[in-house]
Protein backbone atom coordinates (compact mmCIF):
# COMPACT_ATOMS: atom_id res chain seq x y z
CA UNK A 1 0.00 0.00 0.00
CA UNK A 2 1.35 3.15 -1.10
CA UNK A 3 1.88 6.21 1.65
CA UNK A 4 -0.24 9.21 0.42
CA UNK A 5 1.81 12.01 1.59
CA UNK A 6 4.40 10.02 -0.67
CA UNK A 7 3.35 12.12 -4.10
CA UNK A 8 3.54 15.39 -1.90
CA UNK A 9 6.75 17.71 -1.56
CA UNK A 10 8.46 17.41 1.33
CA UNK A 11 8.34 21.10 2.04
CA UNK A 12 4.93 22.00 0.71
CA UNK A 13 3.24 24.50 2.96
CA UNK A 14 -0.29 24.97 2.57
CA UNK A 15 -1.68 28.13 2.64
CA UNK A 16 -4.24 26.93 5.08
CA UNK A 17 -1.00 25.95 7.33
CA UNK A 18 0.24 29.11 7.38
CA UNK A 19 -3.50 30.74 8.58
CA UNK A 20 -3.81 28.14 10.85
CA UNK A 21 -0.47 29.13 12.52
CA UNK A 22 -1.28 32.38 12.52
CA UNK A 23 -4.99 31.78 14.34
CA UNK A 24 -3.40 29.85 17.05
CA UNK A 25 -0.55 32.49 17.66
CA UNK A 26 -3.59 34.83 18.32
CA UNK A 27 -5.20 32.47 20.49
CA UNK A 28 -2.22 31.65 22.37
CA UNK A 29 -1.44 35.22 22.82
CA UNK A 30 -4.67 35.66 24.73
CA UNK A 31 -4.27 32.32 26.85
CA UNK A 32 -0.62 33.43 27.77
CA UNK A 33 -2.46 37.17 28.98
CA UNK A 34 -5.12 34.66 31.05
CA UNK A 35 -2.26 32.62 32.29
CA UNK A 36 -0.10 35.64 33.25
CA UNK A 37 -2.73 37.52 35.19
CA UNK A 38 -3.18 33.93 36.89
CA UNK A 39 0.25 33.87 37.81
CA UNK A 40 1.30 37.03 38.68
CA UNK A 41 -1.25 39.27 39.63
CA UNK A 42 -4.38 36.47 40.76
CA UNK A 43 -5.79 39.05 42.79
CA UNK A 44 -6.83 41.27 39.93
CA UNK A 45 -9.23 38.22 38.66
CA UNK A 46 -11.23 38.85 41.61
CA UNK A 47 -12.24 42.92 40.42
CA UNK A 48 -15.85 42.66 39.04
CA UNK A 49 -16.00 44.03 35.36
CA UNK A 50 -19.93 44.69 35.28
CA UNK A 51 -23.18 42.97 36.04
CA UNK A 52 -21.52 40.95 39.50
CA UNK A 53 -18.86 39.46 36.95
CA UNK A 54 -15.65 38.92 37.79
CA UNK A 55 -12.51 39.28 35.50
CA UNK A 56 -12.02 35.89 35.90
CA UNK A 57 -15.47 34.66 34.40
CA UNK A 58 -14.87 37.57 31.80
CA UNK A 59 -12.16 36.32 30.40
CA UNK A 60 -12.72 32.78 30.95
CA UNK A 61 -15.86 33.43 28.53
CA UNK A 62 -14.11 35.54 26.57
CA UNK A 63 -11.43 33.04 25.91
CA UNK A 64 -14.40 30.71 24.81
CA UNK A 65 -15.61 33.05 22.66
CA UNK A 66 -12.71 33.68 20.79
CA UNK A 67 -11.81 30.06 20.02
CA UNK A 68 -15.21 29.75 18.55
CA UNK A 69 -14.83 32.85 16.27
CA UNK A 70 -11.33 31.52 15.24
CA UNK A 71 -12.29 28.46 14.31
CA UNK A 72 -15.30 29.84 12.09
CA UNK A 73 -13.31 32.64 10.66
CA UNK A 74 -10.59 29.80 9.62
CA UNK A 75 -13.89 27.93 7.73
CA UNK A 76 -14.32 30.68 6.21
CA UNK A 77 -11.07 31.89 5.01
CA UNK A 78 -9.45 28.47 4.59
CA UNK A 79 -9.35 26.97 0.87
CA UNK A 80 -9.42 23.13 0.15
CA UNK A 81 -5.79 22.05 -1.26
CA UNK A 82 -5.64 21.40 -4.32
CA UNK A 83 -5.69 18.73 -6.25
CA UNK A 84 -2.89 17.07 -8.37
CA UNK A 85 -3.88 15.09 -11.59
CA UNK A 86 -2.61 11.72 -10.25
CA UNK A 87 -4.43 11.69 -7.24
CA UNK A 88 -7.71 12.49 -8.91
CA UNK A 89 -7.03 9.40 -10.61
CA UNK A 90 -6.50 7.41 -7.44
CA UNK A 91 -10.11 8.79 -5.79
Not at 24 to 53: C, M, N, P, S
Not at 78 to 90: F, L, R, S
Amino acid sequence: MSDPGASHDAHHRSPNQELGMVLFIIYFALYAGFIAITVYDYKLLGKELFGGINLAIGYGMGLIIAAVALAILYAWLAKPDPVEPNEAAEI
